[in-house]
């Protein structure tokens, strides 16, 4: 199986930065797209970035400009650098990867437990 384990949230102010990492594990054969979706407070969960392994990039508007999304493949692990942060960038931030473990022929979509970022305005 895959976990995803994400590390680096907390309480920042408005204007400051913070970093998210996420570690994928376990008996992988192949990650895809790994990427970062966040749910806020009585809101549907909503993509933030992701990024194939080939190293394309898709972001939400409402970030772009602002979080970037990098990705070490040899290390299994997707970064989030968040910057200029705002109030509205508070919310639970989850790890997404799409990844065929050893023992299976397809892949499926896993997810991380999820990290809150706070934002203070």
């Known amino acids: 199986q895959v976990q995803l384990v994400e590390s680096g949230g907390g309480l920042v102010q408005a204007g400051g930065s913070l970093r998210l990492s996420c570690a994928a594990s376990?008996?992988?054969?192949?990650?895809?797209?790994m990427g970062w979706y966040r749910q806020a407070p009585g809101k549907q969960r909503e993509l933030v970035a992701t990024?194939?392994?080939?190293?394309?990039?898709n972001y939400a508007d409402s970030v772009k400009g602002r979080l970037t999304i990098s990705r070490d493949n040899d290390k299994k692990t997707v970064y989030l650098e968040m910057n200029s942060l705002k109030p509205d960038d508070t919310a639970v931030y989850y790890c997404?990867?799409?990844?065929?473990?050893?023992?299976?022929?397809?892949?499926?979509?896993?997810w991380g437990q999820g990290t809150q970022v706070t934002v203070s305005s």
């Open positions: 997404y990867g799409n990844a065929r473990a050893r023992v299976e022929t397809y892949f499926r979509n896993y």
């Open positions: 376990g008996s992988i054969a192949s990650i895809s797209t």
């Open positions: 990024m194939t392994s080939e190293g394309s990039k």
